[in-house]
């Protein structure tokens, strides 16, 4: 199938904002929550979705998660610790998350090391979901062939079976969060002529440093 536009062709002026070292806050973190609110104010499609790329086997690979939770500590999100994504932070635990807002021409890159939440921060998120959500964390083996969609359906129906008079639903041993710890951000801002403002933050000996780079 042919494309009925020319890719190359499409292209956007970037001219909403600008950033500088002067205007930013200190804090990396929070200068994310700041740019975060302003998402949700604006009504952002998805504001709190993110491309989460892990590195497995020496291969990469990037899929599209939901933050959770952000804090002084670091990124949360959760998934099936059994997936593809988990298996490859059991054996490298360090990761890079993407956020991407075009409704405010900005792009926020966060890089660091990855560990598992605690047990109760895991519980408490995972009854915090409706009962479907959570019965579909029983019924997904999450990045695993099936032979067809009957099969998950299948598992849904047995594990709606299983649970149909618990009052909670236990959230089971493979599924939880993760917190990403993050040593480099990035906060990218559109500009026109392609000119735009990077401003990164670097933990060097303990402290944040603030850096420009060229677009």
Do not use: C
């Amino acid at each position: 199938m042919a494309l009925t536009h020319n890719i190359a062709d499409i292209r956007i002026n970037y001219t909403k904002q600008a950033l500088t070292e002067a205007s930013v806050l200190q804090d990396p973190v929070q200068q994310f929550q700041v740019w975060l609110q302003e998402a949700l104010e604006s009504e952002v499609h998805e504001p709190t979705a993110l491309v989460l790329s892990t590195v497995g086997g020496g291969k990469p690979s990037a899929r599209v998660v939901l933050l959770k939770g952000v804090d002084e500590q670091g990124f949360i999100f959760f998934t099936n610790y059994e997936s593809r994504k988990g298996h490859d932070l059991a054996e490298n635990p360090y990761a890079s998350l993407t956020f991407f807002w075009p409704e405010l021409e900005r792009q926020v890159r966060v890089e660091g090391k990855v560990e598992k939440v605690a047990p109760a921060l895991s519980d408490s998120y995972f009854h915090s979901r409706p009962k479907g959500s959570q019965i579909g964390a029983w019924a997904s083996p999450q990045s695993r062939v099936i032979e067809a969609r009957e099969v998950l359906e299948q598992r849904e129906q047995q594990y709606s079976s299983q649970f149909a008079r618990e009052e909670q639903v236990p959230r089971p041993a493979h599924w939880g969060g993760y917190r990403l710890l993050p040593h480099y951000l990035e906060f990218w801002q559109g500009r026109p002529s392609r000119l735009h403002d990077r401003i990164v933050y670097e933990r060097e000996g303990g402290n944040w440093q603030v850096k420009r780079l060229a677009p």
